[in-house]
């Protein structure tokens, strides 16, 4: 309960605060993908998925925004704040046909060149432990590179996983390992539709 009262407060002060701000964007992005992989695990059953968000971000560094999932029948909501070097906030994800699997995090940060290191910290406590994840990412041209660790204090669902992604022109093929036991490499081709 107080991890959902964080996210409350967290999202309280977002709001207010931009209620003074004059300036911001509203961006969107639609997609189509043949596999949902996140983390370096698929989402959907390695099936097809139509993804989709909405994003608000103020001249101050303020952001906040909701993205869908519909075969995983997921919504994720966030805020934050980023100064283009550093970047803090708090993700919700919800999960229509199964509520016993939402979750939230509070992550922080930090980019440097093409480069960005940024640790996601659970904050349901239950049965499964408090997991944090730590991600290393970017860009080398085309090319888009993504590292991370999942670890648990129960020692449960501990892996890392590296997934390299090629994107042309609005279509993205993508490739994710991970050291789990038993598990195969993942692929997607994803296409993003442009909007103006």
């Known amino acids: 309960m107080k991890k959902l009262q964080l996210l409350a407060i967290t999202a309280a002060v977002a709001v207010t605060s931009v209620m003074g701000v004059a300036q911001a964007e509203v961006t969107e992005n639609l997609s189509v993908t043949t596999n949902y992989i996140w983390r370096g695990v698929a989402q959907s059953g390695s099936e097809a998925d139509v993804q989709g968000g909405i994003d608000w971000n103020a001249d101050t560094g303020l952001y906040a925004g909701a993205w869908f999932s519909g075969s995983a029948a997921e919504v994720d909501l966030y805020v934050g704040w980023s100064s283009g070097m550093f970047d803090v906030g708090a993700v919700k994800y919800y999960y229509t046909q ?33 997991n944090a994840y730590l991600e290393i990412t970017g860009d080398i041209g085309p090319v888009n590179i993504n590292a991370g660790f999942n670890s648990n204090d129960l020692d449960v669902n501990e892996y890392a996983q590296l997934t390299v992604a090629y994107t042309h022109n609005n279509l993205t093929l993508a490739v994710a390992i991970t050291d789990i036991d038993d598990a195969d490499e993942e692929v997607s081709l994803t296409y993003n539709f442009p909007f103006e």
């Open 98 to 130: 199964d509520d016993s699997a939402a979750a939230a995090e509070v992550y922080a940060g930090i980019t440097v060149s093409d480069w960005t290191a940024k640790l996601y910290v659970d904050t349901d406590t239950d049965d499964s432990g408090d």
